[in-house]
């Protein structure tokens, strides 16, 4: 189920028609003073292997946790690649899972930041004219609006907050410094100037490093968030495997646009 665990023979006698391969794409960078530099990548990682024990077969590859991180490089301990090394890292690896025999490979998103670089990944990949199936999860918790309203106490909801510390009580309590926070983060404008988006806009805004009040998080609310991500990707691993149409379409599109 994880690469870095399997033996060479058990990747060369893999299923490589029906294998989804998973990357988990995580961070480091502050979360608060309370949350672990990794939790991204942490929680990402959990998410992906248990989805994939849910629904075989598939293999998840060592999480990244070196990505996209510019905003939060005034906090210790953040490590950012710059847009270009991140993807060429991205490109790098999904040709070798492809030069491996792997056809779908399915990038889990687990970090905010990445939401920028990773929809232009996708487009430079059909650029390239590449020949595997790249899908990709771009916001980390799409399609959980639902659990988060339900479990939520506070707002708003976002980086460090109640929803995300309550994810780490859950998995990694052992890495969890509650008592450095004693209520909601201060918070400066969201904008620096309204209806553009600035340089500064997210440093003018989680002044902290976290948002929310994480005081309101509770293992058991992470627990039923979790279940229901786990739940949600192993759904989506399916219907990846389960594909047809998208091979079509880009044989038919390259076919077409390079005559």
């Not at 109640?162 to 009580?169: D, N, P, R």
């Not at 969890?176 to 201060?186: D, L, Q």
């Not at 989680?206 to 949600?232: I, M, N, S």
Request: hydrophobic fraction near 40%; glycine fraction near 6%; include cysteine.
């Amino acid at each position: 189920m994880e690469w870095a665990e399997l033996a060479s023979p058990d990747v060369a006698s893999a299923d490589k028609e029906r294998t989804v391969v998973i990357l988990p794409l995580g961070s480091l960078e502050v979360h608060g003073p309370h949350l672990p530099l990794g939790l991204d990548t942490l929680v990402i990682h959990r998410v992906a292997v248990e989805a994939a024990r849910r629904s075989p077969p598939a293999i998840v590859l060592p999480p990244l946790f070196y990505t996209y991180v510019p905003e939060s490089r005034h906090f210790a301990g953040a490590i950012s690649l710059s847009g270009s090394t991140f993807l060429r890292v991205l490109e790098e690896i999904c040709d070798e899972v492809y030069r491996n025999g792997f056809r779908r490979i399915f990038i889990l998103n687990g970090h905010g930041g990445n939401r920028r670089p990773l929809p232009l990944f996708v487009r430079e990949m059909q650029e390239k004219g590449k020949r595997y199936l790249l899908y990709v999860w771009v916001e980390p918790l799409q399609g959980l609006e639902d659990i988060i309203e339900e479990i939520r106490e506070s707002e708003p909801v976002g980086h460090a907050c109640e929803v995300e510390t309550s994810l780490a009580l859950h998995l990694f309590p052992h890495l969890c410094r509650m008592e450095r926070v004693k209520g909601p983060a201060k918070l400066g404008p969201p904008r620096v100037v309204e209806g553009v988006q600035t340089m500064a806009d997210w440093v003018s805004y989680a002044v902290e490093g976290y948002l929310g009040d994480p005081t309101k998080a509770r293992p058991e609310k992470g627990a039923r968030l979790f279940e229901e991500w786990v739940r949600r990707v192993a759904e989506v691993i399916e219907r990846i495997r389960n594909d047809t149409l998208y091979e079509r379409v880009l044989d038919d599109y390259y076919a077409r646009a390079r005559k």
